[in-house]
């Protein structure tokens, strides 16, 4: 029997052969986290025999034995908790070098842990009550964000609060930055963007009233301008506004006279401001006049 290669005892051949098989993976991945569908390239279902060791192991039928020839190629007992503890280990390293864990969706670790798809699935158990209170401890240690949005939100409002105070007013440039480098500018361009396709709540478009936020800047400016080329007339008598002339307080509004001829010139004033420039009998070409 054994010159045709008899098996005597197949529960142990095939826990060799599995254990001949991980040790191969490992030499090649360098690791034992055998996908559960993976085979061999000879067709041995490798992931389905470290599935049913894991099944041995947590119904105690596993000897000890066998559990220190696994151990020794590194093999994991619990996909789960070796993620999360992965993850959280990932997460621990991400804030010693940034400062923070305010992981984007798609970064990966240099080893090529997708870490901010780990913290995102933290999400979503956690919105689903799927996160035990151990692990919801762990990540709040870190000063984890369960609401990456509302965070966004919070720290662009924060932020905004600040440059009234220094500036006097949330006009913030499109490009503009705060000194530790968020991007206040882009942040309030976005949320002028929600209010368009009205995705921005009540609460939150009457906390960004309150600081003054202008929804349209364009049609502000224009507003703003008209308003002051009416007082201008009414003082003046005329809307003749020399290049370089500012109001009293401190509005360019020659500069604005200027900017509403170029836009007449290449066609892009609607005939709806057109006709309000009109009425307060706007000199287009100042030359000719």
Do not use: C
């Amino acid at each position: 029997l054994e010159a045709l290669g008899f098996i005597w005892d197949q529960l142990e051949h095939d826990y060799q052969e599995g254990l001949n098989g991980l040790a191969a993976y490992r030499a090649e991945h360098g690791h034992v986290r055998v996908p559960a569908r993976f085979k061999t390239k000879d067709g041995y279902a490798l992931g389905r025999w470290a599935e049913s060791r894991r099944g041995e192991y947590r119904n105690g039928q596993l000897s000890r034995e066998r559990i220190d020839a696994l151990e020794v190629l590194g093999f994991i007992w619990d996909l789960i908790e070796h993620d999360f503890q992965e993850g959280l280990s990932g997460l621990a390293a991400y804030k010693a070098e940034h400062g923070h864990v305010r992981v984007h969706n798609h970064f990966k670790t240099k080893d090529g842990h997708r870490l901010g798809n780990w913290v995102a699935i933290r999400r979503r158990e956690y919105r689903n009550g799927q996160l035990s209170r151990e692990r919801i401890g762990a990540l709040d240690a870190f000063g984890f964000i369960w609401d990456a949005m509302e965070h966004d939100f919070q720290e662009g409002l924060s932020g905004l609060a600040a440059y009234k105070a220094e500036h006097g007013h949330v006009s913030v440039p499109d490009s503009f930055k705060t000194k530790d480098g968020y991007p206040l500018g882009n942040w309030l361009a976005h949320r002028r963007r929600d209010y368009k396709q009205g995705t921005l709540t009540e609460e939150r478009i009457e906390a960004l009233e309150v600081l003054g936020v202008i929804w349209d800047p364009l049609e502000h400016n224009f507003q703003e301008g008209l308003s002051g080329l009416a007082a201008y007339k009414a003082e003046h008598g005329h809307v003749r506004v020399p290049a370089r002339f500012k109001t009293k307080d401190g509005y360019a509004l020659g500069t604005w006279v200027s900017s509403r001829r170029g836009n007449y010139r290449k066609g892009k004033l609607s005939q709806e401001r057109i006709g309000a420039l009109d009425a307060l009998e706007f000199i287009w070409d100042p030359k000719k006049k």
